[in-house]
């Protein structure tokens, strides 16, 4: 047994990497964007590969790479039903909608005329997505239906960046305004605002069609909880000062006295018609206080849970104990060679 580890140091890579090493896991690792790739990986039963959404590359490559590969009989990391939804709102909506999720109602057009009668007859506010980004890029608030009708001009002709260097740098400012991030954090985003990023260069604006999710006033945080394997672990992020969105705010509680347990039931629950290796959901709240789910994720930001007292077990019983997630990856993974 030989596992290939795609690597990118700052991603799960390099918690895999400690972890075979330790546990004495036969591994290599690799470059997936060789053209050898596949002649590579000979000796090796899987790839494992924690391909992000801002990394161009990752974007227009792993997805081919990994599913190849799944389909010729290598298991990797993430699969296919782990992995096919990523950074695609709009996919995970049809799945959500599919296996029965309570999902937050979400409204999809790629007919622009279809999109104007909506917007005409619906209640506001509306949340507004790109189907892609994460940490709430990509995502504003739609107050009115001239708002509505704006975006939905812009949808069907020139399109939007996938990266958005004003809201960007007013993140940038925020945290550093909060003390969160030091000087020389926000002048890097002050330059981006000229130059730009690698990946917002080469992503093609997202146009013809726009995607639209019901706003649920009264949430002052979100809840994300994370299944890998039969564990569960969980934060609540609350939102910005001044602002509705939780994801990415850099505000969390990781008390375990105030997560759902009914949240973390269902996640399972979902999870055993998804049959994901490893997903985040993340919830709100409606008026009737039933959680809704927003979006899911099989990635997740390494060192924010690192502060996690513990997990949870699929029969909800709590085990206060430090844990490295990315080694349940491995784990699981394994037990299926």
Excluded at 34 to 57: G, S, V
Excluded at 94 to 106: D, M, Q, T
Excluded at 167 to 183: C, D, G, M
């Amino acid at each position: 047994m030989k596992i290939a580890i795609h690597h990118h140091p700052g991603s799960f890579s390099d918690r895999w990497i400690t972890y075979c090493e330790k546990e004495k896991i036969p591994y290599k690792i690799v470059n997936s964007f060789d053209n050898d790739i596949i002649k590579q990986l000979h000796d090796c039963n899987a790839l494992m590969w924690h391909h992000h959404q801002e990394i161009y590359k990752d974007v227009i490559a792993a997805k081919k790479i990994l599913f190849a590969l799944e389909h010729a009989g290598i298991k990797v990391f993430p699969d296919f039903k782990t992995g096919w939804h990523f950074d695609d709102k709009v996919a995970q909506k049809y799945l959500l909608e599919k296996i029965g999720a309570p999902l937050v109602p979400s409204y999809v057009f790629y007919d622009k005329q279809e999109a104007i009668e909506w917007a005409k007859q619906t209640h506001y506010p509306k949340v507004f997505k790109l189907k892609g980004g994460a940490g709430s890029a990509n995502v504003r608030l739609v107050k009115s239906e001239k708002d509505a009708l704006n975006l939905i001009k812009k949808s069907f002709g020139k399109g939007f960046s996938q990266y958005d260097r004003f809201s960007a740098l007013k993140e940038r400012f925020r945290k550093f305004n909060e003390k969160k991030e030091s000087f020389i954090y926000l002048l890097k985003g002050i330059a981006r605002l000229f130059i730009g990023t690698d990946f917002g260069k080469k992503q093609p604006n997202e146009k013809g069609y726009i995607y639209f999710q019901d706003f649920l006033p009264n949430n002052d945080s979100d809840l994300r909880i994370i299944i890998i394997g039969n564990k569960a672990f969980a934060i609540k992020r609350l939102v910005r000062k001044n602002d509705f969105r939780a994801s990415g705010s850099g505000e969390i509680d990781y008390d375990p006295q105030i997560i759902d347990k009914n949240c973390i039931r269902l996640a399972f629950d979902l999870n055993e018609k998804i049959n994901a290796q490893s997903i985040a959901f993340d919830f709100v709240w409606d008026e009737n206080g039933t959680p809704l789910v927003v979006e899911i994720s099989y990635g997740f930001t390494v060192k924010v849970y690192d502060y996690c007292p513990g997990y949870w077990d699929k029969n909800l019983n709590w085990h206060k104990e430090k844990f490295i997630p990315q080694e349940w990856m491995i784990e699981t993974l394994v037990e299926n060679l």
